[in-house]
């Protein structure tokens, strides 16, 4: 960390290491005889002024109608800090899930006139982000700065944004390097064609596409907090990455290209600094040192023995620094169980996970997708239902806690019978296992006990059905720009000479599609409904839990429960109303608690499953009458600005309204 102040032709530098090699600002004025002493040095007759230095201003865009509970923004945060770290600009963060709105966003930009202004854009932000770069566009006190918009939804149809927006530049894959190389373009000292990651229309009106060179992680700086207190304040959630890619990078929902295939973490011991650094910040914030890992996949998918190594090696670090702190990861099933190892590998990998549950590891989100080994190989996942099922089993005896990636519904479904199967797997209660003591049993007895179905009176079953577990339930696939699932609708539609996919939706980056099981579609397109309209009380209740402790994480946790068995249920509902299935004890049981009748419809498909979900909706209004009693009670405190309770007050007033949340 460098401080440079300026006093008329006086520069005091400090560096609490007396660093003369990364004063970058110095090098940059060809200044390399300096002298520190006890960390400071003085340069006289210091003929530049520190005020002509470039200024550049990152936002983070945000509906905040949908997402009301912040989390600290990586993507401002990560480029922010690599732009201090070689000392090229004065930065400022603008992030408008803290309550920003356009119009505060362009008064801070007419005032302090910055000379590059960054946009990240992720899904569900293009319409906002559009009013905002149309703004800066017709202010004539703006409209000289350098604008460049990255992350998911610009790098995914970089062309079809830059015929929109004329004057703008897309960063299409990692921002930190481009970034640094647009303040070099904004201050003459680089040529366009000379920024590395970069597309843009050139003087002549063509589309150009810049190589990108891909950082190696450990160059990364710890992020920009500039945000904190106020992500703290609104009751957000930390957030850290220590790893980027994803080796496997097969899944043909999945976009690549602005991902990169290939994995990249960072090393050992810069990973335990992010630790203790972010251990630091929460204790001077008086905020509970907890943080969500934002990698695709922590684990990392490396040759068995470095993987190992990697991960011990990172828990006997922290285990030294006695570092204590709480954190989510994600992976994939096979970083817990592979059929085809070696029994030995296998119980190597519950060794590694045993580590990470000892030195704070609380939850572990496993992309399942489903329990359908057709879908499965549809998806490229890799992964059997058996070997989900195995590795749930065996992750949740070690007492890790999970939540789970699920997807009900894909164009590509000929029939219901993976619906239905999948469907079935998530019912299960023999798939979580309670934490096992590991004084009484070893992790080679848990490993038998499981996978060979060797008796153990040591592990008990939780018998809660696995659908608990699930993240986001009734999920649609969405087929992406840039994936191979849209490739394999196209060759579908050529070999049956159909049309599947009709559109784009620019907002999400995705195509839109018509399934090839029209009736599958209906249902698939009416639970994305559902799921909208519920989603802004659940992702506030979720950001809410994700800050809680004790009792209260406690009872915000069985709510978020009871409403995955309402989700859940529904689809049992919708399909025996279609007479896909019988209505079974499970549902019947169900409908029963709640005092619910379950009453035939009649009319075409479409009435038929809008009326189950107006009926059904009864029971989601019990649990939302629940959530209003507990806050009245004070039992659930909400945020400074009641996103909760706003969020409520929507829910009632929109009732069997059944639009989508990022629909224009």
Known sequence: MYVYIQKKDKLYVFNENSDVENAFLLKEYSIDKIKFNNGIAVIKNFQYDLNDLPKVCLINM?????????????????????????????????????RIKVDDIIKILQKDKFQLIGISISFGQKYISDELINKISSSKEIDKSTIVVGNVIPSLYSKEYLMKHKKIIVSYREGEKSLLDLIDYTSGKKNIEDVIGIAYINKNGEYKRNDIDFLEMDELPFPAIDTIEDVIKYKGALTLELSRGCNYSKCIFCPRNHKGARWRGLSVDTMVLYFKTLEKVCKKVKKEPFFYIADEEFIGQLPHALELKRIEEFCKGIKQLNIKIKFDISARVDSIFKPEATKKENIDHLHMWKLLKEIGLQRLFLGVESGSDNQLRRFNKGTTAYQNATAIKLITALGINIRIGYISFDPLMENFNDIKESHKFVERKDILYKHADFNKITLEEIYDAIVNNIDSEYLKLQCKPLYYKVSYPLTSLEVLFDTAYALKINNFEKKNNTKLLIGIDMNMARYKVIYFNKRIGLVSDYCQRWIDYNFPVLYSLKGLYKTSRGEVKNKIYELMTWSKSIDHFLLNYIMNQLGEIDCDYELNKFAQQYNFSIKKFKGTDEEIVEQSLNSWQKIEELFI????????????????????????????KNRRIWNKINDK
């Open 625 to 652: 009458n629940e959530v209003v009693k507990m806050l009245k009670s004070n039992v659930i405190k909400d945020t400074n600005d009641l996103a909760l309770t706003r969020s409520i007050e929507n829910w009632y």
């Open 62 to 98: 945000c509906v905040l109608e949908n997402f009301p509970i912040p989390r600290l923004n990586l993507s401002t945060g990560s480029i922010a800090a690599y732009i201090r770290k070689y000392q090229k600009a004065r930065v400022r963060i603008l992030d408008m899930q803290l």
